[in-house]
């Protein structure tokens, strides 16, 4: 097997008194989807900010492995570097599409923006390509000079993603990318995100609460409770069967609902 791509051990955080991260570690390897799941205040979202260079931990050490598979410790780049990463090798797909997008740009705008943060300049490639990935994401290449908030909720989390994954990014951070949208919504979004990181090999590390999105997306799942990591494995396995009392609960409330 290939060096992971991303790396951490030992991660300790703490709030005051109280444990967000304790002895955490996680390997995410090329092309890979590990889910993170959990209750509210489990540690997953603390985990994702840590390992994408948002907190530093009070211990422990994250490595990122560059496309020449050379090594680096993330939170010992300094904040130029950490941003170019961002814009080049990773890519970050928020709850709330507000948060990854330029409200006040139009929609190929923002598509755009995050090649030329690559270098691209010609203006008739950026619209093509632009073009292009609105038609990927399944909105309406008529919709391309319109503004991101005359769109829907999945409409706006489908843009966020045709923007991310523009740059083809080697590693992407999705926090609850789904969430708050209809049932609907959500599934055609599972398969449209499941479809573009098998087309483009990208590694995904996806925080979730919802068992049945980890299911569909994930090659391997983490558990995780009170800042803990309780059980991972391949996904399947520990869905189908789970060791943990916790992720036996967890299971067995989809299950029930």
Partial sequence: ?????????????????????????????????????????????????????????????????DAQGQPHLLHEMGEAALRRLMRTDWGFVHQNAR???????????????????????????????????????????????HLPRTFSGGMQQRLQIARTLVSRPRLVFMDEPTGGLDVSVQARLLDLIRGLASELNIAVLLVTHDIAAARLLAHRLMVMRHGRVVEQGLTDRVLDDPQHPYTQLLVSSVLAA
């Fill in 99 to 145: 948060d990854g997008l330029r409200m006040g740009v139009s929609a190929g705008g923002n598509v755009g923006e995050r090649l030329m943060a690559i270098g691209a300049r010609h203006y008739g490639d950026i619209r093509a390509q632009a073009t292009e990935w609105l038609r990927r994401v399944e909105i309406d290449e008529a919709r391309i000079d």
């Fill in 1 to 65: 097997m290939s060096f992971p791509l991303l790396e951490a051990q030992g991660l300790i955080l703490r709030f005051g008194t109280t444990t967000a991260l304790d002895d955490v570690g996680i390997a995410v390897h090329p092309g890979e989807v590990v889910a993170i799941v959990g209750e509210s205040g489990s540690g997953k979202s603390t985990l994702l900010r840590v390992l994408s260079g948002q907190l530093v931990p009070a211990a422990g050490q994250v490595t990122y492995r």
